[in-house]
């Protein structure tokens, strides 16, 4: 297993009463390098700098720090991004800011996952969410497992409705680059197309499509994932496909079939069952991770 080391300058710095100007100054060592070590306890200095500080601070390797394997640097680092009091503060003005609205937090599993719902003060939407975060040695990751934003009053407008979808994803965006999270995931999932009995996988569907889909009621989970799966694409989201050539003939018949005209969205969804090979339709009906680098 790889192993990592872990310094403990700013205790160092601290019980010698040492400012970091003071210890730029002396070692001359740039306060820049100086602030990365004390904000990443893993911070991979050079010999020349170890070597600078050992012998100014009067400290052996022991002392300065410890050697930690990947395990416990992964630990440490996701530890530092759980949903704590202070980080849920954080997610709160992410939030609210974006949207306006207010929610409640229910974190669990070591702070580590988090459900996440709006106030139920609202006659016009309703919000629920659920959260995790997890790492490799080389990236962490703010994964959003569930997105359930409804619609439950007709007076919603489409644009108003759109708005508020986009702005929800955007505020979790803000908040994984405030954590400085690697990259951002929203987990996609395939609905019940009760016109065919059968499950479908969203696929991105014109913005007149779309329009007609979501101001029709009521609101449910087909909708959702289509319109999440909509956004998602326009605000630069992708996925690594497992199999490229698949991928290239179902964005073909999507686009065949968006050009015909006067055939409403279920009529479309049956065209391309009939257009799809039943293998590959088969392999579509899982949940797909979309998701942006944020560092």
């Known amino acids: 297993m790889n192993k990592r080391f872990r310094n403990n300058l700013s205790t160092i710095l601290k019980n010698k009463r040492i400012s970091y100007s003071k210890l730029s100054k002396e070692t001359g060592i740039s306060r820049q390098t100086i602030s990365k070590i004390i904000n990443n306890e893993f911070y991979a200095m050079n010999v020349h700098t170890l070597v600078t500080l050992l012998d100014y601070l009067e400290v052996g390797i022991n002392e300065f720090g410890v050697v930690d394997s990947e395990f416990d640097f992964i630990d440490n680092q996701i530890h530092k991004m759980a949903f704590n009091k202070k980080n ?35 006659n016009k939407y309703d919000f629920s969410g659920n959260i995790r975060i997890h790492g490799t040695k080389k990236e962490t990751a703010l994964e959003v497992i569930d997105f359930d934003l409804w619609k439950i009053s007709k007076m919603v407008s489409y644009e108003e409705f759109y708005d508020l979808y986009r702005s929800l994803i955007i505020a979790f965006e803000d908040y994984a680059e405030k954590l400085r999270f690697n990259k951002i995931i929203f987990n996609v999932s395939s609905y019940y197309a009760p016109e065919l009995q059968t499950v479908l996988f969203p696929r991105n569907l014109t913005s007149k499509d779309l329009r007609e889909l979501v101001q029709s009621f009521p609101y449910d989970c087909r909708k959702n994932e289509l319109l999440k799966f909509s956004v998602l694409k326009t605000c630069g989201y992708g996925f690594i496909s497992v199999n490229e050539e698949e991928e290239l003939l179902i964005n073909e018949i999507n686009n065949q079939v968006d050009s015909m005209a006067n055939v409403s969205i279920f009529e479309k969804e049956k065209i391309i069952m009939d257009l799809m090979d039943k293998n590959v339709l088969e392999r579509d009906y899982h949940v797909k991770k979309y998701f942006k680098y944020i560092y």
Do not use: G, Q, R
């Open 88 to 122: 849920l503060a954080i997610l709160v003005n992410s939030l609210s800011s974006k949207t306006k609205l207010s929610f409640t937090f229910h974190p669990y599993a070591s702070n580590h996952c988090l459900n996440v719902d709006s106030k139920k003060y609202s």
